[in-house]
């Protein structure tokens, strides 16, 4: 097989292939520091979540004024009021 030209080129892209996985000199390392921010937005949930943490779940003061007034016997509801709770209850869970 005859080749023409000049042999050093051809055998020259060989050459340059054999440097493709090598690294070459590094640059001195710079250490940098982690650095977190938190937008205000989260931090004025954080204040509002910490807030709702410190209220009660039950208002125990209220529980108690139902309680009172059921053993006294005047506490009354109408019926009315109830089936409009549970009206908008199961309308409030669907939407």
Known sequence: ???PGDLSKITGVY???KNVGRIG???PVSTKKDVL???NEAKDFQTIN?????V?????GRVDDILG???????NVSGR????????SIFDKKA
């Open 1 to 3: 097989m005859r080749i």
């Open 15 to 17: 050459g340059a292939q």
């Open 25 to 27: 000199k590094t640059g």
């Open 37 to 39: 921010s938190i937008s």
């Open 50 to 54: 910490r807030a709702l943490k410190d």
């Open 56 to 60: 009660p779940d039950i208002r125990q």
């Open 69 to 75: 007034s059921m053993n006294a016997g005047s506490y």
């Open 81 to 88: 009021d109830v089936a409009d709770k549970v009206i908008n």
